[in-house]
């Protein structure tokens, strides 16, 4: 089975800054999928970023980039200028590339941006 | 191009009555998802179909709750009777294979 730990449970950061999730994940599949996806207070699931276990160079999107660290299996959110916008819950999941194509999500972090 | 659509977004109803959500995938996408997220538990996966085809029931809590895909725009879980701890948020998502899950608005529902 997958598991998947963010340790950090809350989070303050100022308008402007940049902030980072942790997230640390645990698998014997050699490839996987790491995804990170926002939920605002409004409910809805909205996909952020993607990171491939073979692929070399760490994803990209936008303001959000991941510190992807396969030896020490971490792949953690960094939010770039952080905007009023990005206060929401950020949750971190894998997909093993096997046969089983559950997505396993961690608890999620609750980020929250001040002016 | 429209995302994955749920229906209804907000269900109240009294405990033994029976309630349907509904899912649309995005159009060509083989794998469908439904989770269920409660403070208590996170989120969680019921089930998931393949090309309409159910894979995996493993997370189904019980027989009470149903699921089926009659083709591939159209999918529904059932709870009957329904009952105060299925209380949740429940979101249906879409995947063309092990691409990422595009997730749905989700249902909201509180039974009474």
């Known amino acids: 089975a997958q598991k998947i730990t963010q340790t950090q449970p809350g989070m303050f950061v100022q308008e402007k800054e940049a902030v980072t999730l942790d997230c640390t994940y645990d698998?014997?599949?050699?490839?996987?999928?790491l995804f990170w996806y926002k939920q605002p207070s409004s409910g809805e699931m909205i996909f952020l970023i993607y990171?491939?276990?073979?692929?070399?160079q760490n994803a990209t999107e936008g303001r959000y980039s991941l510190n992807f660290q396969k030896a020490r299996k971490s792949a953690n959110l960094v939010i770039s200028a952080s905007q009023l916008g990005d206060s929401a819950m950020y949750f971190c999941?894998?997909?093993?590339?096997?046969?089983?194509?559950?997505?396993?999500f961690g608890a999620g972090t609750t980020v929250t941006v001040r002016a | 191009d429209a995302g994955v659509i749920q229906s209804p977004r907000h269900e109240v109803t009294e405990m033994g009555q029976e309630v349907t959500l509904r899912c649309k995938p995005i159009?060509?996408?083989?794998?469908l998802f439904w989770y269920r997220q409660t403070m208590m538990r996170g989120l969680e996966l019921l089930i998931y179909?393949?090309?309409?085809?159910?894979?995996?029931d493993s997370g189904m809590p019980e027989d009470r709750f149903s699921a089926k895909m009659p083709n591939a725009s159209f999918s529904t879980l059932k709870i009957q009777p329904s009952e105060p701890r299925d209380s949740a948020v429940y979101f249906c998502?879409?995947?063309?294979?092990?691409?990422?899950?595009?997730f749905g608005p989700g249902t909201r529902l509180t039974v009474l």
């Open positions: 998502a879409s995947s063309l294979g092990v691409d990422t899950q595009y």
């Open positions: 698998t014997s599949d050699q490839s996987y999928g």
């Open positions: 990171q491939g276990s073979y692929d070399e």
């Open positions: 999941a894998m997909i093993p590339r096997s046969n089983d194509y559950k997505l396993s």
């Open positions: 159009s060509g996408h083989d794998y």
């Open positions: 179909f393949n090309n309409n085809v159910p894979i995996d």
